[in-house]
């Protein structure tokens, strides 16, 4: 199980919620505040990707050892429908760890609609 540190960014600014991960699932949610929204009123692109980035990060951390940490190599958000109020709910899966890079996904979901889709790649690191 994999507990999350206090990240100011993530905690801090955009508010993010991240639960323990575990067995290569994250369950992360934003809460929508008028400052995370573009000028049309809809969250904004950004807060969804980091949303999507921290939370497929986590589900990387549930399947590392202790010594090993996880950076970003590439990460594709597909935006399915704009939020304009609630809560966006992020699950992430690994689908494939391999010795060097993990592939993970992550669904984004407002009031049970599917509003985004993630695909990433990430690389395992030596690191605390």
Do not use: W
């Not at 067995?23 to 929508?32: I, K, L």
């Amino acid at each position: 199980m994999h507990t999350p540190p206090y990240d100011p960014f993530v905690a801090g600014l955009l508010g993010m919620v991240e639960e323990p991960s575990s067995d290569g699932v994250n369950h992360s949610h934003v809460d929508v505040r008028p400052e995370l929204l573009n000028s049309s009123g809809a969250v904004h692109g950004g807060v969804t990707f980091s949303l999507v980035d921290q939370s497929m990060g986590g589900a990387v951390d549930s399947v590392t050892a202790p010594d090993e940490s996880n950076v970003t190599v590439e990460l594709k958000v597909n935006y399915l429908a704009p939020v304009h109020e609630g809560r966006m709910d992020c699950e992430s899966r690994v689908l494939r760890r391999g010795r060097r890079l993990v592939i993970a996904e992550a669904d984004v979901r407002n009031a049970g609609r599917l509003v985004a889709k993630g695909l990433g790649t990430f690389a395992i690191v030596p690191g605390p």
